[in-house]
């Protein structure tokens, strides 16, 4: 599920792209904000279906050596931990059509030979308790150390989206959440409530729809800095969070500062944290007070 500030990165990215295809018209950007936003439950699922495809290698490796001439013991006894992890086996497979799975068990593989070196793994092989905490521990450090920062994975989802990999932390946060609830991995949703999906279509509707009064806000705010200077990038980001100060109620204005201070540091340039903080100060202290 995501969290607001994530909804918030979304319909920026989204506004973005429109803002450099000005022809895509507002239903068109409007179902761009909803695969932007559904796109993350396919992202979860691959996550998820990573830790299936690395059970299902360590149960390959068992048979092949099961059948070679002269097996040794280690090969007629082999430790089975790992591929009865339950909580991994409770998980079913949501294959999605469009992705390459071949390509990415190749991945997933090599990605197992390292986590067989691991301490943690060979301490939980070795472990004769046969637990949820148990098995909870291994999945957690396999996706914090070998599958959310791997850049073989990373380059994998870069070509299906390009959001992807700033989505994966959510996907990691979201997942650690569920097992630490014993919740049911395979099932996820976009919003936790029906409150957050209000707010991302209020937010991206009323960005579009008030767009020529946000930016003669904006004009008012900068009448000494040459406008065609401002980064499209901060000059979104500033229209997104007057709309939400504006018509979406109940968000304290210091949230929402802070919101999109945060996400002119991750997606505009370098100083784009003190020229949105200034506008968006001057805001509210020259507009919002004199009404």
Known sequence: MLPRRQIRIKVFQTLYSYAQNSEESVEKIKQELKHNLTSYIVLYHIVID???????????????????????????????????NKIILKIRSKKNKEIDYSKLKRIIKKTFIEVKKSKHY??????????????????????????????????????????????????????????????????????????????????????????????????????????????????????????????????????TLDEYIEISKQYSTPKSKEFVNGILDVFIKDILHKK
């Open 122 to 255: 060979i301490k939980y092989i070795n472990n004769s308790i046969d637990s949820y905490e148990v098995d909870k521990k291994i999945i957690t450090h396999i996706l914090k150390k070998y599958l959310i920062p791997n850049e073989q994975v990373h380059d994998f989802l870069e070509e299906y989206s390009i959001y992807w990999n700033d989505d994966l932390i959510i996907v990691f946060n979201s997942i650690i959440e569920k097992l630490n609830n014993e919740d049911n991995l395979r099932i996820n949703q976009v919003f936790r409530n029906n409150e957050d999906q209000s707010f991302a279509n209020n937010l991206i509707n009323n960005t579009l729809k008030n767009d020529n009064k946000l930016q003669s806000i904006i004009y008012k705010l900068v009448e000494n800095w040459d406008i065609d200077r401002i980064a499209l990038s901060d000059l979104i980001v500033i229209k997104m969070a007057i709309a939400e100060h504006l018509y979406i109620q109940n968000i304290p204005y210091k949230v």
């Open 50 to 84: 990573s830790l299936i495809l690395m059970q299902e290698i360590a149960s390959e490796e068992i048979k092949i050596k099961l059948k070679k001439l002269a097996p040794s013991t280690e090969d007629l006894n082999p430790n089975k931990k790992f591929i009865k």
